[in-house]
């Protein structure tokens, strides 16, 4: 039986560190009663991942990077908190009867078995360093500081609220609120709004709970705590920020949708706001969106693949047609028309963007919204725009029969009309324009191209380091990048990223060009599977595809890939 090498004999072997190191490193061990790698990591003489590297081999069990551990709640739920902390284990995943652990014990019989015992199932260890696991445990059971610590806000940070349509009702409103703590839930409201501006988030969730509410916001679309003030405070803070956005105070019971504006250090905000009553109160949603900033959007700047760009760019030259741009919320469908009006806006051009509410101002366009109140719909404008002699058309949403006839009427005569649609599946938006009642003909005959997008987090690029992928899926990357050496990449993660590997986020498209087949079954009004069988027949690039090329470029991990399609 092979005798199993001591941690510091292979460090000395592999030249890792130096003999007087060692001798340092195993008498502070001594005097300590510390594990070896964990001195060793203090003394800075190796990486975490060196480590992670080093045990893996000595101990002859597979590693793993948890810095970017993101556990599901089906297998976190396995293990509870006490056993997790008792032994330092993180469970990874599960399959059929067999549980993956990360540990730095992965020899250790006792915690294997005990584990057994609880959850049920065969325990399969990959090691770890022992400090990655008391952080990540660290992370993950961390107790809130206070609501009032984690919202305190620094005193030179400045906001502005910009209320719409104020009126005697809205201050009757305001006075309401003073015996409910005005000042402090002003304050709270305030710091909120700083903070998500602060991190650049796309959201703030504000959900009620029996003893608490919880305010929490995303950021490069991950979810996170942010405070849990006490519930005393969470209808009033609905209140305030229900006038903000002029939603009527008493309507609890019913959902609401109100929108506001507001400015912080020079940049300015628009906070669309979504509630719906919930057993322990009404919860909200507030959206932010960075009105103005759009005129700075460029196409190359969105994450298309050269391929992809030029052919989208090629579109945009077209005198007439329909672009249809779909993807789920938060997919950055709004972006990347606004990127296009960008990329063909010309003074010799007539372009027109149409939506429920402007957002975004670009300069040198014209721009038009409904108004409800005067009578003036969101279908009857799009219709009295097919009389305004109009180049490009950019239309907003596109949720009814109505509405998207009359686009297509536009794009049938001498109009280019990127319209945006809301869909979880590229093809399967056709489908459902058909369902609304839209005569096949008109999409036969005007659509240019269906483009589907999602977005996934972008890797750091100041700790990103590549690494082999398995065999079966460096095939599928070879298949797509058409290279040789596949590669993927991952981030451990750092100042930089906030220590989550992730900056930003990028677009992962899905390009598809009507062939004739895809053409005569949209005219024959074919299902689903008959349409997704015509495209199957074309040369587009699916959204695995366009992730592979992507994340073998180091701009995406293939966690992210898989976890948006």
């Known amino acids: 039986m092979r005798k199993k090498q001591k941690l510091g004999e292979i460090l000395l072997e592999l030249n890792v560190i130096q003999q007087s190191e060692l001798e340092n490193a195993l008498q502070k061990q001594e005097r300590t009663g510390q594990r070896l790698g964990s001195i060793l990591l203090k003394m800075n003489a190796l990486s975490e991942e060196d480590l992670e590297q080093l045990l893996s081999r000595q101990l002859n069990v597979p590693s793993i990077n948890i810095d970017n551990y993101s556990p599901s709640d089906e297998v976190f739920s396995l293990i509870n908190e006490k056993l997790i902390k008792k032994y330092l284990v993180l469970p990874i995943g599960v399959k059929d009867k067999t549980l993956t652990i990360a540990t730095a014990s992965p020899n250790d019989l006792n915690i294997l078995d005990d584990l057994a015992y609880t959850t049920g199932y065969k325990i399969v260890p990959v090691v770890t360093s022992i400090s990655s696991l008391e952080n990540k445990i660290s992370e993950l059971f961390k107790k809130p500081s206070s609501w009032e610590d984690a919202l305190k806000v620094d005193k030179d940070s400045d906001l502005e609220i910009i209320k719409q349509d104020q009126d005697l009702m809205e201050e009757d409103l305001e006075k309401a609120l003073q015996s409910a703590e005005e000042a402090l839930v002003v304050k709270l409201v305030n710091a909120v709004l700083l903070a998500a501006i602060k991190q650049e988030a796309s959201h703030i969730h504000i959900e009620p709970k ?32 229900k006038i903000l956005g002029s939603i009527d105070v008493l309507k609890r019971f019913v959902p609401c949708e109100g929108y506001f504006r507001a400015r912080s250090e020079g940049d300015y905000y628009d906070i ?10 009404e919860r909200m949603v507030l959206t932010f969106q960075q009105p103005f900033s759009k005129e700075e959007l460029k196409l190359e700047k969105l994450g298309f693949t050269p391929e992809s760009l ?10 007439r047609g329909f672009i249809l741009v779909t993807g ?10 606004y990127a296009a009006l960008n990329h063909i806006k010309r003074s010799d051009k007539a372009i027109f963007t149409y939506e429920r509410t402007i957002k975004n101002k670009l300069s ?13 719909k969101y279908e009857k404008g ?26 297509l009427l536009a794009s049938l005569s001498k109009t280019l009309v990127l319209g945006r649609f809301l869909s979880n ?60 050496t596949p590669r993927l990449f991952r981030s451990s993660g750092c100042l930089a990223c906030g220590h ?56 995406t991990s293939y966690e992210e890939v898989v976890k948006a399609i």
Do not use: W
């Not at 789920?328 to 028309?337: A, E, N, R, V």
């Not at 040198?364 to 003036?376: D, H, L, R």
């Not at 199957?536 to 470029?553: N, P, V």
């Open 382 to 407: 799009l219709q009295a725009l097919l009389r305004q002699d109009i180049d490009a058309l950019m239309v907003g949403e596109l949720m009814t029969r109505e509405a998207i006839e009359s686009s």
């Open 500 to 555: 989550t590997g992730y900056n930003h986020r990028i677009g992962l498209f899905e390009i598809i060009v009507p062939t004739m087949d895809l053409r005569d079954a949209i005219f024959s009004k074919a299902t689903l599977n008959e349409l997704k069988e015509a495209v199957s027949k074309s040369s587009y690039r699916s959204f695995l595809q366009d992730g592979l090329i992507k994340a073998s470029e180091g701009l």
């Open 310 to 319: 030029s052919e989208f760019k090629g579109m945009l030259t077209n005198p």
């Open 425 to 484: 599946d590229t093809i399967g938006s056709i489908a459902m324009v058909l369902d609304l009642g839209v005569p096949p003909f008109m999409l036969y005959s005007s659509l240019t191209a269906i483009i589907g997008q999602r977005l996934v987090r972008r890797l750091c690029q100041e700790c990103i380091e590549d690494y082999d992928p398995p065999q079966e899926l460096g095939t599928q990357i070879k298949e797509a990048t058409g290279t040789g």
């Open 364 to 376: 040198g366009i014209n721009q038009g919204q409904p108004n409800e109140k005067a009578g003036y």
């Open 210 to 241: 029996e003893d608490f509410f919880e305010i929490l916001i995303r950021v490069d679309s991950k979810l996170t705590v942010l405070a849990n003030p006490p519930a005393a405070l969470q209808q009033n803070v609905v209140n305030r920020i």
């Open 328 to 337: 789920p919320s938060d997919s950055g469908k709004s972006s990347t028309i």
């Open 272 to 281: 669309d706001i979504a509630t719906i009553p919930s057993l322990h109160g």
